[in-house]
């Protein structure tokens, strides 16, 4: 469940710290001697994209003072670009998600997909100048690409892809695993568009003995050490080599924002977020099973059998998550809806399964006693999520909940109660519950 | 006894448990959002320096499920060695104000706020 004490607003930001919640919140440092206007444009860029208007004597604005469009609202608005509506999960390394209700849009608006960073981003992001090096023992020559390079040399694709951080739901488990504690909305299908990380590879040539890829970007630790990845994760070749598998530059058609990668990330659909490296700046091919930072240990990793919860795990017994399991949203109505008895009650939302599609969707108002079959649309391309909509009839006053349960294209569906407890609190794809009340 | 007596011991034992409520609330750093008890300050100036108080706050353990993620911390996010004292302390202070707590294996809906559906359609 949602834990209150984790939702943090703007306000509570700027009480805590005024000229720290600037800095946190749009990248924004002072002129040092005067204590006003912006030391670098990109805070100032990013707090007047926020407000939707530019701020004429920002040179004057002195540090430390909420935006007044924010002052007075009391919803937790955090980060540049972002959907007021985010709810930060860690301010520092950056991490917010979608509430369910948010999550309406077919496709995912770039303000409205969650963040989740390990370490700090980037700081003054030149794409002129970017660089994407392709090394490891597994590829035939070393090189490396500009940018623009890359748009040039490669053919363009555009895919509709779903991505889910692999501890969404984490907030379920128990015992509690002490975590980013995620709720539903660590998950968002936007459009991506980008070369194939395969026509790169091939173009330099794998060799045979390639095994996995790995990545490695341009955010730092947030120790601040320099010895030390944030991630540094990867997709076995199988994955690396699929057709939607790009190294991506934009997002529904445009740059994309700071906090999800710009200028270049990799899109690996359906797998755990994790693999999907932002801030890409080297692409490694292996002749191992990657080893960078949270590829070890029980990072992204489940019990390869099934453990009693709250057990220690060995190393050598944990197995590395791919495909993310079945899973569904009710984005519309938000939770807490009201009707008059005898009213109908539509619904709608999302579903996904990982590498698979999904088969049937099913929603129930009875805790799962019965069921009824959703409409269910066909997914714009392979690994996107897909629509399902249902109208729902009560019988009478009171309290219900709506469930929503998704049936992937193998046969599994998601189970009613959280799934198996793991170290790391991950794949939590327990089905998701709105309340409504007929009154 | 009687239903008014019974009903006046029971609000006096009700307002017991309230003024207890009252008086164990915690106080809560304003910077750090952590809760002030014997301990604090060490896991302020030790534990806030690579990322915020929000990772601890939001989470709970036992004092074995804290220790392990300090090891993890040490084995590869470059935290550094604790003296054993003050690692005593931190793990005393987290155990006690972030304990584990049992869930169970799904809550009840929590709902924020009730609202009356206008149905676009």
Known sequence: MKNKS?????????????????QLIWGREVEPVSRRGFLKKSGLWA?????????????????????????????????PGKHPGLIVVNDRPV????????????ITPVDKLFIRNNGIPPENIDPAAWMLRIEGESIESHAQFSLEELKRKFKHYTYQLTI?????GRSEFNPPVPEGQWTVGAVGCPEWTGVRLRDVLE???????????????RDTHISGKSSLDSISRGVPMSKALEDETLIAWAMNGADMPAMNGHPLRLVCGGWPASTSGKWLSKIVVRNKIHDGAKMTGLSYKVPCHPVE???NVKD????????????????YPKTGAMIKAGQKLSLRGHAWAGDLSVSAVDISNDFGATWQRCKLRQPKNRLAWQHWQAELDFPGPGYYEVWVRATDSAGKM?????????????????????????? | MSLSVRVRVMIFVLSLLFAQQLVSRPNIDAKTGLIIDQGYLKVKSECTVCHSAKLIIQNRATREGWLKTIRWMQDTQGLHQLTAETEEEILTYLAKNYPSEHKGRRANLIVENWYWLNQEQ
């Open chain 1, 95 to 106: 991490s917010a998600e979608t509430p369910a209700h948010l999550l309406d849009d077919l």
């Open chain 1, 203 to 217: 173009s330099l040539g794998i060799k045979d003995d390639a095994v996995y890829i790995g990545y490695y970007g």
């Open chain 1, 316 to 331: 050598e017994d944990m197995c590395i998550i791919e495909s993310m399991p079945v899973k569904s949203l009710i984005t």
């Open chain 1, 6 to 22: 984790i939702l943090r607003g703007i306000h509570e930001l700027y009480r805590d710290n005024p000229e720290k919640a600037d």
């Open chain 1, 47 to 79: 707090m007047s994209a926020a407000l939707g208007a530019h701020i004429p004597f920002a040179d004057n604005m002195p540090g430390g003072l909420i935006p007044a469009a924010f002052a007075d609202t009391d919803e937790s608005f955090h980060i």
């Open chain 1, 164 to 168: 889910e951080c692999a501890g969404n």
């Open chain 1, 309 to 311: 919860p709250g057990s």
């Open chain 1, 414 to 439: 998601q189970p009613m109660v959280v799934p198996g407890w793991n170290p790391k609190g991950y794949l939590n794809n327990a089905c998701h519950r709105i309340a409504v009340k007929v009154t």
